[in-house]
């Protein structure tokens, strides 16, 4: 048979065979168009008068490239946006490209973060948890309430001193034993050795000088006291024990 493109009048010879009983979609060697053919009705007389101008009317045929398909795919769908699809891909494989080297430097970059953040803290809380250095309150600070820092104290109080209560003839005593130390390498005065009673509230109810049996103390020595005296006055927790400025 002679299948005739609608669009562009090119004319193709076709076994009706492949074209079956419903037809199918056919596309144009020449310009591409696609159109629904079907397979003529033929009778008798029909196939008689075909051939007849098959014979002496020949019509032109247009040679189909060897690369063109003249059938084209019943039922598949053109393909669409071929462009767009590509590009697409293009993009979407440099973003997976990318990806790693991106999450590597913002993990480098939040690393380093963190690390500072995590330093400074570190350095913020050591600075807090820092113990502040206290003088000891059974020493002898001679430079208090002046501009220059406090010199070493000379002579302290060498360890913590004893407090005993004990009971003699009905009356109460307080028992204090301890010693001083001279940590230079030099002889130092001794100055007044002073003992405070403390209630439950921290309040002093109660002072005493404790004697020491020396007014200096060789380098590097120590002297033991020991001091007894009555104790009449009741609710005393606490003793603490100072060196009080020497006299001028």
Known sequence: MILTCPACA???ALDPKLLGDAGRVVRCG???HEWHAT???VTLAGAAEEESAALFNPPPLIPIPA?????ADYGKAKPRHAGRNAVLLALLLAVLVAAPLLGWRLRDQLG???GKVLHDATATLAARSKPETALPENT????ENTADAPAAPAVVIDGIPTT?????DGHTLLVIRGAVLNKTQQDQPLPPLQAQAMDAQGQVVKTWIIPLNAT???AQHRLPFDFTTPLDTPGVVDIAFHFLPPAL
Do not use: D, R, W, Y
């Not at 690369?67 to 059938?71: F, G, K, N, P, V």
């Not at 002898?140 to 430079?143: E, M, W």
């Open 10 to 12: 090119a004319n193709f």
């Open 30 to 32: 020449k310009c591409k």
């Open 39 to 41: 397979a003529p009705i």
């Open 67 to 71: 690369s063109a398909s003249l059938l």
């Open 112 to 114: 380093q973060g963190f």
């Open 140 to 143: 002898v600070n001679t430079a």
């Open 164 to 168: 005993q209560q004990k009971e003699e």
């Open 216 to 218: 200096t103390l060789e």
